[in-house]
């Protein structure tokens, strides 16, 4: 494994160097301490930690380590822009945005620490692995709370194109305001009733763009951002993302086909910078399968013998 997370408890821990020495004794203390200088422990927000950084409870944090052996992803990121403060990537399907599990070195952020020398850069937000189009990258500690903000305060205009099943008889467009949790298994989000578990927490705005005969591309504008939100709510309409392999059901670990990559795409991102004041539009290069391949494909498949 290539990276962990662990949960920040109450306690007495004056830094993460402390805690983390503390939390995994059978590490050597030296071995945490060059984690740290290297920028090998992210908090929640992906952000570096020194080993004078505070220690705060009540957090998320990441860790990383070398992995004995990595197998290569055969997509690579394009960088579309960036000033002193932002780098906008246009990510490909199948490259995770920060490490996790077998991951270390195959994944955007680290590629691009290595390409563009910047030792500081950590992601403003985060795409799944099976996503491909937009990412936004801070590169530096002091302005990044300014960029964090605008997603906290939904001040970000995000816009996805998705492939999925066509259905006539739902009332379009639609907005889905819903609760979403984790599940059962640890790889899946699920909804759950509103009042009862709590308040809404996943809003999504969801327009048909094109329509096939038995699939349609729609555009999907989330209002806010949970987990695997677009997935779900398609999913809960009864119009799974074509080659989703989580939801409605779980395919088995490691069975990723490279020719057939889900069908999302972070398409659209806008906003108006908060140091500088100007708007900022950016559109991924990317595109998804036609409609007409995708609906041959399903043809072929259904097809006896």
């Known amino acids: 494994m290539g990276a962990g997370v662990v949960f920040t408890p109450p306690g007495p821990w004056a830094t993460a160097f402390e805690f983390l020495s503390a939390r995994f004794a059978r590490i050597p203390a030296t071995e945490w301490q060059q984690r740290l200088a290297q920028g090998d422990v992210l908090d929640a927000d992906g952000s570096p930690l020194r080993p004078d950084s505070p220690y705060q409870a009540g957090q998320r944090w990441y860790y990383f380590r070398a992995v004995a052996h990595e197998?290569?992803?055969?997509?690579?990121?394009?960088?579309?822009?960036?000033?002193?403060?932002?780098?906008v990537?246009?990510?490909?399907?199948?490259?995770?945005?920060?490490?996790?599990?077998?991951?270390?070195?195959?994944?955007?952020?680290?590629?691009?620490?290595?390409?563009?020398?910047?030792?500081?850069?950590?992601p403003l937000h985060r795409l799944d692995r099976d996503t491909a189009g937009l990412v936004l990258f801070s590169k530096t500690p002091a302005s990044r709370g300014a960029y964090h903000s605008l997603f906290r305060d939904h001040a970000m205009r995000k816009t996805y194109e998705a492939v999925a099943p066509w259905n006539a008889t739902l009332s379009w467009p639609i907005h889905r305001a819903t609760r979403i949790q984790a599940s059962a298994h640890f790889m899946q989000q699920v909804e759950v009733a509103v009042g009862v578990d709590g308040p809404v927490n996943a809003m999504t705005d969801i327009a048909p763009v094109e329509i096939g005969k038995r699939l349609a591309r729609y555009a999907l504008s989330p209002i806010t951002g949970q987990?695997?939100?677009?997935?779900?709510?398609?999913?809960?309409?009864?119009?799974?993302l074509v080659g989703d392999g989580i939801y409605p059901h779980l395919t088995p670990e490691g069975t990723a086909d490279y020719a057939r990559p889900l069908q999302l795409l972070a398409k659209s991102?806008?906003?108006?910078?908060?140091?500088?004041?100007?708007?900022?539009?950016?559109?991924?290069?990317?595109t998804l399968r036609s409609l007409a391949e995708l609906e041959a494909e399903l043809w072929r498949s259904a097809k006896p013998g």
Not at 78 to 85: A, F, G, I, M, S
Not at 106 to 115: H, S
Not at 227 to 240: C, E, I, K, N, T
């Open 89 to 122: 990537a246009d990510k490909p399907h199948f490259l995770p945005v920060v490490p996790s599990g077998h991951y270390l070195q195959e994944t955007l952020l680290v590629r691009l620490k290595n390409l563009l020398d910047l030792p500081d850069l950590a």
């Open 227 to 240: 987990r695997h939100q677009l997935r779900v709510h398609m999913a809960a309409l009864g119009l799974p």
């Open 71 to 87: 197998e290569p992803i055969p997509f690579e990121a394009t960088v579309l822009w960036q000033d002193e403060h932002l780098v």
């Open 269 to 286: 991102i806008a906003f108006t910078d908060p140091l500088s004041g100007q708007p900022r539009h950016f559109d991924s290069q990317r």
